[in-house]
């Protein structure tokens, strides 16, 4: 089985949204409900969020940190910020056995259509 596949269920991939402003807050929600998770966050500013997410369960990482590292595994993927490309969000997705959520703020709305085409939602 190819490394890209991906084993997530539909039932298991959610979009949070809000406003843009209040994006910080929604992410640190989503930590502390899911606290004791293998969780990966995925950001385009992992400086940006830093301080966000010091629990030695969470790892923070960019898209090309995240490809670079094929093994990083985890039960939850949280996408801070939407990529450009569908094959980007594909990437992220491959390395989580368990769930994905998408914190998404109304300035990248018209990212998520392309993913959910995609996912057949």
Not at 74 to 100: F, G, Q, W
């Amino acid at each position: 089985m190819s490394s890209k596949t991906i084993l997530i269920k539909r039932q298991n991939h959610r979009t949070h949204p809000c406003e843009d402003a209040r994006k910080k807050e929604l992410l640190k929600r989503l930590i502390t409900q899911n606290e004791g998770v293998k969780t990966v966050v995925v950001s385009t500013n992992i400086e940006d969020i830093q301080d966000l997410c010091e629990d030695e369960n969470i790892t923070i990482v960019n898209d090309e940190m995240l490809s670079k590292t094929p093994e990083l595994k985890c039960e939850l993927l949280i996408s801070y910020d939407l990529p450009l490309h569908v094959d980007a969000y594909i990437e992220r997705v491959s390395h989580t056995n368990k769930d994905a959520l998408i914190v998404l703020g109304k300035s990248q709305e018209s990212l998520l259509y392309p993913i959910e085409t995609f996912m057949k939602r």
